[in-house]
């Protein structure tokens, strides 16, 4: 069964560092999202992307973040200057259409650890 | 996107079937209801999902009221392995939004 994969596993970096997390959505899938928790707290939405472009974004997802699909496979999230507050499982998931019926598949996660 | 009230948690023996509750009083005609669960800190996970009619697959089922106005996620023989958070979410279908919005879910503790 396809699956979103998203590397690495677990990011360990410098507060002011620049981190880019990678996800591979399912192939045939052309909706993207960005979600993030932080340790005992709810998932969040961050932003989504369809056609080269950010559809959504949440009022978390400011100036320090940004996505890209710089291939036909790869979907990535950078944060430019790291925060200890960033500190979070970042997954990101997929849908296959815009149809809004169809199925978000979330990918097993980035845990990023900003010290 | 209509809210969600559901049990913070329960607990269901092994082997017996677990009946998960949501409320979602202000749904309205274009929302779905569907059910994730997060096993520790993995990635949701997509149980199930439906709109007005009941609904199973080969994890769950899913039953919804005549008014839509609550549902139940069963899981018929219910596993050590199906310990997770499970959340109900509303959502919107068509165009416009298509975030998923999480509560705080309901903590399944599966007990031998």
């Known amino acids: 069964e396809p699956e979103v994969t998203q590397t690495p596993s677990h990011q360990v970096t410098q507060m002011g560092q620049e981190v880019i997390l990678r996800c591979v959505p399912i192939?045939?899938?052309?909706?993207f999202y960005w979600y993030r928790q932080i340790l005992g707290q709810k998932v969040e939405f961050l932003v989504s992307f369809y056609n080269n472009e950010i559809s959504e974004k949440s009022e978390i997802f400011d100036d320090q973040f940004s996505v890209e699909r710089p291939d036909g496979s790869n979907f990535t999230l950078k944060i430019r200057s790291t925060k200890l507050e960033d500190s979070a499982m970042y997954f990101c998931a997929s849908t296959r259409d815009s149809a809004g019926t169809d199925t978000q598949y979330f990918g097993p996660g980035t845990r990023l650890t900003v010290l | 996107d209509a809210k969600t009230t559901q049990p913070p948690s329960m607990d269901c023996a092994e082997g017996r079937a677990a009946n998960l509750p949501c409320n979602h009083s202000?749904?309205?005609?274009?929302?779905?209801v569907y059910w994730y669960r997060q096993i520790h800190s993995q990635g949701p996970q997509y149980i199930i999902h439906?709109?007005?009619n009941n609904e199973t697959n080969e994890m769950a089922s899913l039953i919804i009221t005549e008014d839509r106005k609550s549902s139940t996620l069963i899981l018929p023989h219910a596993t050590l392995r199906d310990t997770a958070v499970y959340y109900c979410i509303v959502r919107r279908k068509g165009a416009g939004s298509y975030q998923l919005t999480f509560g705080k879910g309901t903590k399944l503790s599966v007990i031998p």
């Open positions: 439906g709109l007005k």
């Open positions: 192939s045939n899938h052309l909706y």
């Open positions: 202000t749904i309205s005609g274009n929302e779905y």
